[in-house]
């Protein structure tokens, strides 16, 4: 037992104080103590709300044990007292840090991972994922419903192989931990009662006051009181993927006043806003195909188009018996310019599953997850995501026999001298090996960090609220879950397509260059090739244009890494899938892949940023578009794959702006497509915001799979967004 001299850094002191060697009960002791002693007070919308930083140490869902060394120099500042204690304090937390900051990469990856990942060939991530537990379970069943479960499967698999006491009683102090915040809330709203003049504000401490009579022991009574404890256990752990809210607030939100409940929906919207929450699922079907859409579902487009912010993400699935009206709502909702919300398609999205083998019952309770991705709530941990690979990186390394063509590096295996290959089967062949090598790499590095994971990284509360953890007695992390499959994100699609065809049309057929000249143009960043240059550069052999001789290259690899994915395991139990969701990373991705086929330059950062074209390079139209995205085998990846269409804002003015954008996306469903976002925007615009953003403060973009205000991008994803073709 530690006798520190602070009162400052609660979870670290909970954590270090706990008298057993388990990290998820060390880990679930510290929760509790942050809990317990944690500046805490009631925010405008009536929530609960910490101080920020004032945990230097802590557990999140995304890092694990993590520090905060960046807050260290102004919380001293202020406590210049407690300099000392601190220091110590962190000396002790050092070993349990999980953060990719502070993990050694030696004790996970091998050398050749290392540096894959360093040149973002192969990427393995050392993040610990998103999920989408049952954050709901507790509204509406209660803490005391669960402290039953856990019993009842502490006292059933007691005395078997592997049982853990340590595993249950670290549960057992998260629920505690959750009640003992409810009751710190009743407090302070009692508190604050006594004094309170405002009405509007007399009505939210009250409802908290109401709220903690019962709950969250017991379950909440009403939609107002739903919110209040969803938004307690929601950021117990940082905050994450809401996941379907029109469907698991719905019995509660029925029997509560329409005026009454609007309020409190506009006041959850706000918090949800406020903490950027990453993705909200609406509507879909359920296993018979019946449609789930209801009044909340369009009160909350309403909120959209009411609101115009860009977070929280929203995602929409449809299907083949969605209603019209809500084709309307949402159409609506995504004129307002805000890209909300992304467009799922059911059919893709279930064959998807049906492939990880998803039983169908579950498969159809799926919800998006970060960006885009795909997850079964309450039932899954899916990596989300656990690694990217460059597909462009390798056709790079076949032109370079395994050497990058940035860094002059040897990265990955010898698949012979291109110039020695007599036909386009034997380049692709190359090709095929090299990403094969990035895939398997890729993988087995995403598998490493996930052992790795599961011993220093438990996720005690996550425990709770996914299926399975209790029943095995396994941690989250830890096989826990009923479903464990892994999520790899492809990068570079069109950039690979182009040059692919590029080579195999003008080396291999038409002969117009010897693989020689390519390769020496390559190695020489275009420098004194001015005309080959200028005559790839502006080829209209691009993917995105309906062209069957450019598309079907794009098909053969994209589905070719899409089905390997699917044949190697993970170490959560289940099978990797593949998707596209290049984030904020395409231009950066951009910068670490050489000279290109395609006309691409050494450094440029121009780079593909969803399943579509190269930005600009798509000129026929989005009916060409969605065309040539639809020769990919959209039930292949399960982890979202994601095609990003900008419209003119003056197509969305109109009657026939809108027959259009409907018939296009009902196509694009009907015909396969998985995923599909609208980024609403005038070209003239994003050009003045970039010399004076102070005025276009609300101008809104997607972004891979999430919003963001255009103002606040980097000036290379700004250049990635205007470069885009208008349609």
């Known amino acids: 037992m530690y006798h520190f001299k602070t009162k400052a850094e609660p979870f670290a002191r909970g954590f270090l104080n706990c008298e057993s060697n388990h990290k998820g009960k060390k880990t679930a002791a ?30 999140s869902y995304g890092d694990g044990v993590a520090y905060d060394s960046w807050r260290y120099d102004d919380y001293i ?40 990942r360093k040149e973002l060939a192969a990427f393995s991530a050392s993040w610990l994922g998103h999920s989408v537990p049952d954050f709901q379970g507790i509204f509406l069943y209660g803490t005391d419903h669960y402290r039953e479960k856990i019993e009842k499967y502490r006292a059933i698999n007691r005395g078997k192989e592997g049982f853990d ?53 017991l379950p909440c009574r009403d939609f107002v009181e739903a919110c209040i404890v969803y938004v307690m256990t929601f950021t117990l752990d940082d905050v994450d993927s809401p996941g379907h809210i029109d469907q698991f607030f719905y019995d509660l939100w029925k029997v509560t006043d329409p005026k009454v409940r609007r309020k409190a929906l506009e006041r959850l919207w706000e918090f949800f806003h406020d903490y950027r929450v990453w993705n909200i699922c609406l509507s879909g079907s359920d296993e018979n195909g019946n449609d789930l859409t209801n009044d909340l579902t369009y009160e909350i487009l309403d ?3 009411t609101y ?29 310019g805000t890209g909300l919300p992304g467009l799922y398609n059911d059919d893709a999205v ?20 970060g960006c885009n991705q795909i997850d079964i709530p309450g039932k899954s941990h899916m990596g989300l995501e656990d690694g990217q690979v460059n597909i462009a990186r390798a056709v790079e390394l076949a032109l370079h026999n395994g050497i990058s063509g940035v860094t002059g590096n040897s990265i990955s295996i010898q698949t012979g001298d291109p110039c020695s290959f007599e036909a386009f089967d034997d380049f692709y062949a190359a090709v095929i090996r ?31 609220l996914i299926e399975g953890c209790i029943e095995k007695g396994l941690d989250y992390k830890n096989r826990g879950p009923l479903y464990g499959n892994g999520q790899i994100l492809a990068e570079g699609i069109a950039d690979a397509a182009d040059s692919l065809a590029a080579i195999k049309k003008y080396v291999y057929e038409e002969k117009r260059y010897t693989m020689e000249e390519l390769v020496d143009a390559i190695n020489k960043n275009f420098e004194g090739y001015d005309a080959m240059y200028h005559f790839l550069k502006n080829s209209k052999l691009r993917f995105g244009n309906d062209i069957a001789y450019v598309d079907d290259i794009a098909a053969d690899i994209v589905n070719h890494f899409n089905s390997r994915l699917l044949t190697i395991e993970t170490f959560r139990g289940g099978h990797f899938s593949g998707g596209c969701s290049p984030f904020v990373e395409a231009p950066e991705y951009g910068v670490w892949t050489g000279a290109l086929p395609n006309g691409k330059k050494r450094g440029e950062t121009l780079f593909a940023d969803s399943i579509g074209a190269t930005p600009g390079r798509d000129e026929n139209g989005p009916t060409a578009l969605i065309n040539s995205c639809l020769k990919f085998d959209h039930t292949l990846p399960g982890s979202g794959f994601i095609l990003n269409v900008k419209f003119d804002k003056s197509v969305f003015a109109s009657k026939e702006g809108e027959h259009v954008f409907c018939s296009l996306w009902k196509s694009f469903a009907e015909r396969g497509g998985q995923m599909m976002t609208a980024t609403v925007v005038s070209q003239e615009d994003l050009l003045d915001a970039q010399v004076h953003p102070e005025d276009h403060g609300d101008l809104i973009v997607r972004v891979g799979g999430f919003c963001d205000r255009f103002v606040d991008l980097s000036s290379e994803l700004q250049k990635n967004v205007i470069a885009r073709t208008s349609h």
Not at 353 to 366: Q, S
């Open 30 to 59: 510290g929760m509790y103590l942050a809990q317990k002693e944690t500046s805490l007070t009631i925010d405008r919308n009536g929530f609960p709300c910490y101080k920020v930083g004032e945990c230097l140490h802590y557990f």
């Open 77 to 116: 500042a202020e406590h210049p007292e407690e300099k000392e204690a601190l220091a110590e304090i962190h000396q002790l937390m050092q070993p349990y840090l999980t953060t990719s900051d502070d993990l050694d990469l030696n004790l996970v990856l091998t050398k050749e991972q290392q540096l894959l």
């Open 165 to 217: 006491n340590d595993f249950y009683d670290a549960l057992i102090i998260i629920l505690d931990a959750l009640d003992i915040t409810g009751e710190r809330l009743s407090a302070i709203a009692a508190d604050e009662l006594k004094n309170a003049t405002d009405p509007e504000r007399i009505e939210l401490l009250e409802n908290i006051i109401r709220t903690f009579d019962h709950a969250p022991k």
């Open 303 to 305: 909120l959209i188009k």
């Open 308 to 336: 115009k912010y860009h977070t929280p993400n929203v995602t929409l699935r449809r299907h083949k018996n969605t209603p019209e009206k809500l084709i309307k709502a949402t159409y609506e909702a995504l004129k307002s």
């Open 350 to 369: 279930l064959a998807a599953l049906d492939r990880l083998g998803i039983p169908k019952a579950d498969a159809h309770t799926y919800v998006m997850n």
């Open 434 to 464: 090299q990403l094969d090598y990035l895939i398997d790499n890729c993988t087995d590095g995403c598998n490493r960090f996930q052992r790795y994971y599961a011993v220093e990284a438990p996720q005690p509360f996550r425990s709770i």
